[in-house]
């Protein structure tokens, strides 16, 4: 007997639910080809407002948890990636118009890269920080902390998910919760990476993803006085100069476009990006 496909409905990760966008409005996923694939959910101001408000609510517990727990959970993010590989490589081959092999490859980067961030969790303050030389009986320690909300536009060309993967990462590891504007005319894979953070130990509003034009959401999310840092790594075509100066009205930290195959590359420089160092005195003990 003949029955009937159930096409996936694409909707938004925010606060570890999936609303649909509070406008009503989506809009079509094409193939490569140029064949329809799906409905995806087009995120308005108030969306972007919405997840901003689960990523500062969530802030508190991410940024508190031990950096060997962070790691573990992102470790996990990798194990649950690795048993949905064929659903992300389907997703891949549909909307970049790559071979099996080429999309397999890109899952198995992505995987890479989240197990290669989750091992920096316990290891980069050791880098990033240091003791400082004083005059006087003190010890003088410098020890990086969480920036806050990171805002992110995904790379909007290229690898879909391996793009997505290599902004939002960096910024979790020092313990920021994200919100993220995926790819635009490829976002089925980033909307597959919620469902996998949704049966995942990250709490809900550390990561929030956001699907639709990232020219309509990126000058609210810059100029949002509850966003600490704003990452345009994938906001090349769009204005970023005047995205610059938003973010100047409220201090919000900002990193500049990237582009080439090259971008948002794993590094430890990207950890720190999102960081705040935090000097501390102490006195020395008396024996």
Known sequence: MTRLAVPKTYKL??????????????????????????????????????????ARSALGGWAGATAYNRGQVLYRIAELLE????????EIVQTEGVTPNAASAQVDEAIDRWVWYAGWADKYVQVAGNANP?????????????TGVVAIIAPQSGGSLLGLVSAVAPALVAGNTVVVVANETMPLSAVSLGEVLA?????????????????????????????????????????WVNLQIDAAETLTRVLQPENGPDAASPSLARIVAFTETKTIWHTKGLI
Request: cysteine-free.
């Open 13 to 54: 990760y925010i606060g570890g639910k999936f609303p649909r966008s509070e406008s009503g409005r989506v809009y079509e996923i094409r193939s490569h080809g140029g064949g329809f694939l799906a409905n995806a959910a087009q995120a308005s101001r108030k969306d972007a407002r919405d997840a901003v408000v689960a």
């Open 83 to 90: 048993g949905r590989r064929v659903q992300f490589i389907d």
């Open 134 to 146: 004083v005059s006087g009986p003190y010890f003088n320690i410098s020890v990086p902390e969480p």
């Open 199 to 239: 049966t995942s130990d990250v709490p809900g509003g550390v990561v929030n993803i956001l699907t639709g034009s990232p020219a309509e959401m990126a000058p609210w999310l810059a100029s949002h006085a509850d966003v600490n840092a704003i990452d345009l790594v994938g906001a090349g075509d769009l204005d």
